[in-house]
Nanobody
Protein backbone atom coordinates (compact mmCIF):
# COMPACT_ATOMS: atom_id res chain seq x y z
CA UNK A 1 0.00 0.00 0.00
CA UNK A 2 1.06 3.55 -0.75
CA UNK A 3 -0.40 6.66 0.83
CA UNK A 4 -0.22 10.04 -0.87
CA UNK A 5 -0.68 13.50 0.61
CA UNK A 6 -0.84 16.49 -1.71
CA UNK A 7 -0.28 20.12 -0.87
CA UNK A 8 0.31 23.44 -2.55
CA UNK A 9 -2.94 24.09 -4.36
CA UNK A 10 -4.75 27.39 -4.19
CA UNK A 11 -5.65 30.52 -6.09
CA UNK A 12 -3.22 32.17 -8.49
CA UNK A 13 -3.59 34.91 -11.05
CA UNK A 14 -3.08 34.21 -14.71
CA UNK A 15 0.62 34.33 -15.49
CA UNK A 16 1.54 33.40 -11.95
CA UNK A 17 3.22 30.36 -10.47
CA UNK A 18 2.28 27.60 -8.09
CA UNK A 19 4.11 24.53 -6.82
CA UNK A 20 2.33 21.33 -5.95
CA UNK A 21 3.85 18.65 -3.74
CA UNK A 22 2.90 15.03 -3.14
CA UNK A 23 4.47 13.09 -0.28
CA UNK A 24 4.37 9.31 -0.54
CA UNK A 25 4.57 6.87 2.35
CA UNK A 26 4.15 3.15 2.83
CA UNK A 27 5.56 0.76 0.25
CA UNK A 28 7.53 3.48 -1.54
CA UNK A 29 10.27 1.12 -2.72
CA UNK A 30 7.73 -0.38 -5.11
CA UNK A 31 7.01 2.92 -6.87
CA UNK A 32 8.01 3.23 -10.50
CA UNK A 33 6.06 5.89 -12.36
CA UNK A 34 4.71 9.01 -10.65
CA UNK A 35 2.50 11.62 -12.18
CA UNK A 36 0.04 14.46 -11.93
CA UNK A 37 -3.45 14.31 -13.39
CA UNK A 38 -6.17 16.94 -13.35
CA UNK A 39 -9.91 17.05 -13.67
CA UNK A 40 -11.86 20.16 -14.51
CA UNK A 41 -15.62 20.40 -13.90
CA UNK A 42 -17.54 18.43 -16.49
CA UNK A 43 -14.38 16.96 -18.01
CA UNK A 44 -12.55 13.68 -17.76
CA UNK A 45 -9.42 13.29 -15.71
CA UNK A 46 -6.37 13.87 -17.89
CA UNK A 47 -2.64 13.35 -17.59
CA UNK A 48 -0.68 16.52 -16.95
CA UNK A 49 2.80 15.05 -16.61
CA UNK A 50 4.54 11.93 -15.42
CA UNK A 51 8.03 10.82 -14.55
CA UNK A 52 9.58 7.38 -14.30
CA UNK A 53 12.06 6.15 -11.74
CA UNK A 54 14.69 6.77 -14.38
CA UNK A 55 13.53 10.41 -14.48
CA UNK A 56 12.15 10.24 -18.00
CA UNK A 57 9.41 12.86 -18.21
CA UNK A 58 6.28 13.19 -20.29
CA UNK A 59 4.01 16.23 -20.57
CA UNK A 60 0.61 17.01 -22.00
CA UNK A 61 0.93 19.37 -24.96
CA UNK A 62 -1.13 21.97 -23.12
CA UNK A 63 1.47 22.37 -20.36
CA UNK A 64 4.75 21.84 -22.21
CA UNK A 65 7.16 24.66 -21.57
CA UNK A 66 5.14 25.94 -18.60
CA UNK A 67 5.03 23.08 -16.09
CA UNK A 68 7.91 21.03 -14.74
CA UNK A 69 7.55 17.71 -12.98
CA UNK A 70 10.27 16.44 -10.68
CA UNK A 71 10.74 13.90 -7.93
CA UNK A 72 12.98 13.65 -4.89
CA UNK A 73 13.43 9.96 -4.26
CA UNK A 74 15.22 10.57 -0.97
CA UNK A 75 12.14 12.38 0.32
CA UNK A 76 9.63 10.23 -1.58
CA UNK A 77 8.08 13.42 -2.87
CA UNK A 78 6.74 14.45 -6.24
CA UNK A 79 6.52 18.06 -7.38
CA UNK A 80 4.79 20.03 -10.10
CA UNK A 81 6.07 23.53 -10.75
CA UNK A 82 3.39 25.46 -12.57
CA UNK A 83 4.53 28.65 -14.31
CA UNK A 84 2.69 31.00 -16.64
CA UNK A 85 -0.61 29.66 -15.31
CA UNK A 86 -3.70 30.02 -17.47
CA UNK A 87 -7.39 30.01 -16.50
CA UNK A 88 -7.77 26.75 -18.39
CA UNK A 89 -5.37 25.15 -15.90
CA UNK A 90 -8.11 25.43 -13.27
CA UNK A 91 -8.89 21.94 -12.01
CA UNK A 92 -8.48 19.50 -9.18
CA UNK A 93 -4.98 18.11 -9.44
CA UNK A 94 -4.33 14.52 -8.39
CA UNK A 95 -1.05 12.86 -7.59
CA UNK A 96 -0.65 9.29 -8.87
CA UNK A 97 1.96 6.64 -8.29
CA UNK A 98 2.25 3.32 -10.06
CA UNK A 99 4.01 0.38 -8.48
CA UNK A 100 6.32 -1.72 -10.57
CA UNK A 101 5.21 -5.16 -9.42
CA UNK A 102 1.68 -5.07 -10.83
CA UNK A 103 1.25 -1.56 -12.27
CA UNK A 104 -1.38 -0.79 -9.65
CA UNK A 105 -2.12 2.92 -9.33
CA UNK A 106 -2.59 4.85 -6.12
CA UNK A 107 -4.19 8.30 -6.01
CA UNK A 108 -3.99 11.28 -3.73
CA UNK A 109 -7.05 13.08 -2.44
CA UNK A 110 -6.70 15.93 -4.91
CA UNK A 111 -5.87 19.59 -4.49
CA UNK A 112 -7.78 22.46 -6.07
CA UNK A 113 -5.94 24.86 -8.34
CA UNK A 114 -7.81 27.95 -9.49
CA UNK A 115 -6.31 30.40 -11.97
CA UNK A 116 -8.08 33.73 -12.15
CA UNK A 117 -8.06 35.83 -15.29
Amino acid sequence: QVQLVESGGGLVQAGGSLRLSCAASGSVSMINRMGWYRQAPGKQRELVADITSGVTTNYADSVKGRFTISRDNAKNTLYLQMNSAKPEDTAVYYCMVEVAINFRKYWGQGTQVTVSS
